[in-house]
Structures are given as structure tokens and as C-alpha cells.
């Protein structure tokens, strides 16, 4: 690998780049705002296509240049396609690609500090090509002195310093743009869970616990295929894996995979995320492609559970009932849930809570409600999914991010992709109809079945 490979840059470059990317977010959505007063409608709204295309280009061409927390969160963004505005999504979808690899002399360094040797005499084979590069961190495969294959995942230095004041920058630059109206509390609130779950991901200690934990979990699902953690080749910056192989969705059509496989991948993928939610109350909260491999034998191989959000048993209960209300079509249930849940504004009325409501059950009924057989490959589908998140955002008087179910919406939204991109064909209404049924806290068994849950293990 050539030299050339762009580098992590210091502390004081990201804090000088992401200055530099405020500052100039802030000054083109004035000048928009300047330039929209003497303009029609027409001409307004094509002067804030044109502002956001900008400011889009800003924001994604400094995250681009900057690993760690700042990338990471605009490859979050980016998933949000159809929800902000689609001149910001088409720059931002850039930051979805595989990042750079950096130098492997910065990855063999890190290795020596972190473990205490170069990797040619840690391992009995150590790759010098990345097997996958990201935002935070890449990946190279590797052979034990045992015999076992195994993947090598190095963090990049200094990202896991950088954390809060990238996201501070990346606040500011997204409120002076224009395109985040909620209130300061929710978007704290929001910026605070991406702040924590950020803090944990660059803890390559955690995430090898949560690697042990979801095993445990899922440890009566024999279709699903969780790395095994090799602690003695891994620390606070370095994680080893034992090395479980796969198809990526992208590669499926050229291995062959016919359709009655794919239907059964998609049916266990869609098991795994929903026992996560309303069994477990914990969720592999990276729905990233890269992060699923399957099998024509019909394992889905999980990878990366850096990005894992456990919640309260109180949040699992308000989020089951509220989906039940919206099944029964029990208005001020579902509003009830909705201000539990932090979506909806405390105290905010909607004035048309049937139509906004019939909305939502078109969106989602067509695989949560309606028993049959759905088609993830439906042309709509994307439409479909996306239409309610649209509606709500089109009434910030009443509605608002959550940060109590960010994560958990980020896994199910990414489940739909996956599926998607599988072209799967199941009745997903009678497997989430299973998982809705499960008791939840105050429930008849509930503490029962809570005592099967494997607790975490510490850090």
C-alpha cells in the first residue's frame, strides 16, 4: 500500500476543518434567506434546493476528509433518504462507500502500542492489504499461532478523542443550515444518545462484550452466526474476531442464491431484529450491509456490534403498546404512546388524528398488519416507508426526533433496506404479530421470562 493513503489527522486539524465547515454552512443558508426575500414561492423554493445542495456539499466534503465520530455520524444522516432534503442526501450518500484505508505503518503502530508487539509476531499471519476500511477503524484478516482465521479491527488514533467536539461542530453546522427545527431539548436529547452510543463505539472493550453478550443471547438460535472475541489479541483500540465467512447481499445474485433462500434469510433476519426489540430490549443498532453475510444454508452471519443500544424495560412495554394501538385504531392510545415514546410533543394536539393515523397504517400495514405474503422488491416499497416519517416531519409543532427510540427505529429502518435489497417475499405481518404478543413489563409472566435474558457482562 502506498504511502500516499491519506492519514488521521490531529486534533487541531478537525477542530480547524470543522470550524471552517460552520462557518461557511452558516454563511451560504444566509445568503439563501437574503436571496429568497425578493423571490416568488417558485423562486424561493428553488433558492433553498440551491442552498441545501450547498450546504450539503460543505458538510459532506469535510466529513469525507475527517475519520472518526464526524463521518460516522453523516453516514447516519445519509440513511435518512427521502427525510432530509434530497440535495443534502445526494451528497451525503458519498459517505455510505467503504472510507480510504490508511497507511499500514499507521496500523502496525497502533497494534505495537496497544498489544505491546508488531503484528508479524503477534500473529502467524497478518494481511497488510484491509479487508474492509471504515469510519472509525479497519479491518485485516489474520491467522493465530493456533491455526484459527481471524479478523483484525484497528481503530484509527485519536478518533476516539474526538467524539464530543465533532459532534458539537456537526450541531451547529446542521442548526445554522436550516435543516433541524426541532426544539433545543430534543435535538440535546437526540445529540446526547448519538454522543453516548459514539463513545461506546470507539471502546473496542465494549464492543467485545457486546460481541460475548449477543451470543449469549442468541444462543438457542442456531441459525444465526456471532463471532467468537480472541481477548488475548484484542484491547481498548484493537478487537479480534474469529473469522465467519459469507456472502454480502451485493454478491448474492452471483452466487446463485434462488428465491425460496432468499424468502428464508429474510424471515430470520426479520425474527433476529424483532426478539431483539420486544424480547431482549437490546438491538445490534448497525444495520449497515456490510454488517449481515449469509449463507445458502440459511445462517445470517452478524458482524459489528459496536453500535448496540440496550433499553429499558419501560421503553420495550410504551413502544409494544403503541404499535397495538395503532393496529386497534385507538387515537388516544396512540397518542398517549407517542408523547411516552417522546415523538410526539408533550401537551401538542393533532387536530386530524384519524387521517394522520389512517397514514400511518397505509405505510406500515402492508407488512405489520395485513396477513399475507409481502413483496420486499414492490417498486413503492421505499415510498411506502418513508411516507409517515415525511408526514411527521411536515408537523414540528407536534412531532420531534426521539432519543428514547432512535436506535431502535435505525435497526428496524435498516432491516426494511436489508430486506429490500434481499427481495424477499414473507408474511412479515404473523412474525411481528408473534413478537408483538410477548409480555412486557406489568405483564402476566413477564418477570419469568426476563429471568431467561442473560444479563450483560461488564466492561
Request: glycine share 6%.
Amino acid at each position: 500500500m502506498s504511502d500516499d493513503s491519506p492519514r488521521p489527522v490531529s486534533r487541531r486539524q478537525r477542530f480547524m476543518k470543522l470550524s471552517k465547515m460552520s462557518a461557511s454552512v452558516a454563511v451560504n443558508s444566509a445568503r439563501g434567506q437574503l436571496a429568497g426575500l425578493f423571490q416568488d414561492a417558485e423562486g424561493k423554493a428553488e433558492q433553498r434546493a440551491r442552498t441545501d445542495a450547498r450546504s450539503g456539499e460543505l458538510i459532506a466534503q469535510t466529513l469525507g476528509e475527517l475519520k472518526g465520530a464526524a463521518m460516522k455520524v453523516g453516514q447516519l444522516a445519509s440513511v435518512a433518504r427521502d427525510i432530509l432534503p434530497p440535495e443534502l442526501m445526494s451528497s451525503l450518500s458519498s459517505l455510505q462507500r467503504d472510507a480510504p484505508p490508511v497507511p499500514y505503518a499507521v496500523i502496525e503502530q497502533q497494534i505495537e502500542s496497544e498489544l505491546g508487539q508488531p503484528p508479524g509476531l503477534l500473529f502467524d499471519r497478518f494481511d497488510r492489504e484491509p479487508f474492509a476500511a471504515a469510519s472509525i477503524g479497519q479491518v485485516h484478516r489474520a491467522r493465530t499461532d493456533d491455526g484459527r482465521e481471524v479478523v483484525v479491527k484497528v481503530q484509527y488514533p485519536g478518533v476516539d478523542g474526538s467524539v464530543d467536539s465533532d459532534l458539537a461542530h456537526l450541531k451547529l453546522a446542521l442548526r445554522a443550515s436550516g435543516l433541524i427545527s426541532s426544539r433545543k431539548e430534543a435535538l440535546d436529547a437526540f445529540f446526547a444518545e448519538l454522543r453516548d452510543r459514539l463513545r461506546e463505539e470507539t471502546d473496542y472493550t465494549n464492543e467485545a462484550q457486546n460481541v460475548r453478550w449477543f451470543r449469549a443471547l442468541h444462543r438457542d438460535d442456531p441459525h444465526l452466526v456471532i463471532p467468537e472475541v480472541v481477548g488475548e489479541r484484542s484491547s481498548g483500540r484493537i478487537l479480534t474476531l474469529t473469522y465467519e465467512p459469507g456472502d454480502q447481499i451485493s454478491d448474492m445474485d452471483a452466487a446463485g442464491y434462488d428465491q425460496a433462500t432468499r424468502d428464508l434469510l429474510g424471515e430470520r433476519l426479520a425474527h433476529m431484529i424483532f426478539k431483539q426489540i420486544f424480547a431482549l430490549h437490546a438491538v445490534h443498532a448497525d444495520p449497515n450491509p456490510a454488517n449481515f453475510a449469509f449463507r445458502k444454508t440459511g445462517e445470517v452471519v452478524v458482524y459489528d456490534f459496536g453500535c448496540v443500544k440496550a433499553f429499558p424495560q419501560q421503553v420495550a412495554a410504551d413502544y409494544r403498546d403503541t404499535m397495538r394501538a395503532f393496529r386497534d385504531a385507538d387515537h388516544p392510545a396512540v397518542q398517549r404512546g407517542l408523547e411516552r415514546l417522546g415523538l410526539q410533543r408533550p401537551g401538542a394536539q393533532v387536530a386530524d388524528q384519524a387521517d394522520l393515523y389512517a397514514e400511518v397504517r397505509a405505510s406500515f400495514g402492508p407488512f405489520l398488519f395485513e396477513d399475507a405474503v409481502f413483496d420486499f422488491d414492490r417498486g413503492d416499497n421505499h415510498q411506502l416507508f418513508t411516507k409517515v416519517l415525511l408526514k411527521g416531519l411536515r408537523r414540528p409543532r407536534q412531532f420531534q426526533p426521539s432519543a428514547a427510540i432512535l436506535f431502535t427505529d435505525r435497526a428496524q429502518t435498516g432491516m426494511y433496506t436489508n430486506l429490500m435489497n434481499l427481495r424477499s417475499r414473507f408474511n412479515m405481518h404473523r412474525i411481528y404479530r408473534e413478537h408483538l404478543a410477548l409480555p412486557q413489563l406489568g405483564d402476566p409472566g413477564f418477570e419469568d421470562r426476563m429471568r431467561q435474558v442473560p444479563d450483560r457482562p461488564p466492561v
